[in-house]
């Protein structure tokens, strides 16, 4: 098969834990052991997340700036092409140290977005370090950021546009063709647009990682599409005494339910599960990325097919 994984970043770095480069390179090569297990007779393409990196070299360059008032931060396209360099090298050196016979190889891709998205005016995508409510509040009035819950913490807000297509696909699935595992879409792609002159221009925002993967899976005609994170399955009435894990469901059924689903962490998820599926017609998954030799199998996970009228939950 086809396969497009889109890493989570709980994968690359735990909740709550520091930001260092031993921490992010110890779950990376965590996650890595997993990916490889999937490799043998199939087709691999992986994403990956970048809310805790983006958000440390954003106050970074801050503090520069404050220090050295003439002199601009980075913009946050300029930032996130960073982040794909530093976490892709990471684990670009895992994957071909545990599967040499086939290169591992990361590509810088832009995502075309469009510049007139309101999601411009609606800052909705987390990034950087988590806070407790009265820390966020503090730093958004001091900073002048919008901030956002995240789980039971706080984090910074920035814009996210949706994606519109993405480039280099056509390097990629020549890449696959050689039998490479490609990184790609890192991040969510470097935000990007045409401008008048139809040239490419970075722009303010980051892209959410799991709706950019959906496109890339599409324009490749993946097989499966798998959304690794830090729970078993996308849950309704999460957190509740009622709550259910979804085993299956339709991705028209599901859409219904969106409003269970917390923006900014499980909403885009769901959203862009259902989208492949709508798109493609082929399955979409999400899961715990320590159960992706079951989730391929089919027996663990969220899956969203069109082989199922309703929804289906775990017992």
């Not at 401008?195 to 959906?214: F, I, R, S």
């Not at 830090?230 to 219904?256: G, R, T, Y």
């Not at 962490?265 to 159960?291: Q, R, Y």
Request: aromatic content about 6%; charged content about 20%; overall charge negative.
């Amino acid at each position: 098969m086809k396969i497009v994984v889109a890493l989570g970043g709980n994968a690359l770095l735990k909740r709550g834990e520091p930001m260092t480069a031993q921490n992010q390179s110890t779950n990376i090569k965590i996650a890595a052991e997993q990916l490889a297990k999937i490799k043998p007779n199939n087709e691999l393409v992986i994403s990956h997340g970048n809310g805790p990196q983006v958000g440390l070299l954003a106050l970074q360059h801050a503090a520069y700036h404050a220090q050295n008032a003439q002199i601009e931060p980075y913009p946050l396209d300029v930032l996130v092409s960073q982040t794909v360099g530093m976490i892709g090298y990471m684990l670009q050196q895992e994957l071909t140290n545990l599967v040499p016979e086939q290169p591992t190889i990361t590509v810088l891709t832009q995502v075309i977005v469009d510049p007139k998205d309101p999601a411009f005016q609606k800052p909705s995508k987390p990034i950087g370090q988590v806070y407790s409510k009265e820390e966020a509040e503090a730093l958004a009035a001091e900073k002048g950021w919008t901030v956002m819950p995240d789980s039971q913490y706080y984090r910074r807000a920035v814009p996210s546009p949706l994606p519109k297509g993405v480039t280099g696909i056509d390097s990629v699935k020549a890449l696959l063709a050689n039998d490479n595992i490609v990184i790609c879409g890192g991040g969510g792609g470097i935000p990007s647009y045409y401008n008048e002159q139809g040239d490419l221009q970075g722009v303010e925002a980051v892209v959410d990682k799991d709706l950019c993967t959906a496109v890339i899976s599409q324009q490749l005609d993946a097989d499966l599409f798998i959304i690794a994170t830090d729970v078993k399955a996308a849950c309704v009435n999460f957190n509740k005494p009622d709550q259910l894990q979804i085993a299956k469901a339709n991705p028209v059924e599901l859409e219904k339910l969106a409003d269970e689903f917390a923006p900014g962490s499980m909403g885009p998820k769901v959203k862009a599960v259902i989208n492949f599926v709508k798109a493609t017609g082929k399955d979409a998954v999400i899961g715990s990325l320590s159960d992706i030799e079951e989730i391929v199998k089919g027996n663990v996970g969220t899956r969203v097919t069109n082989s199922i009228s309703g929804i289906e939950f775990y017992k």
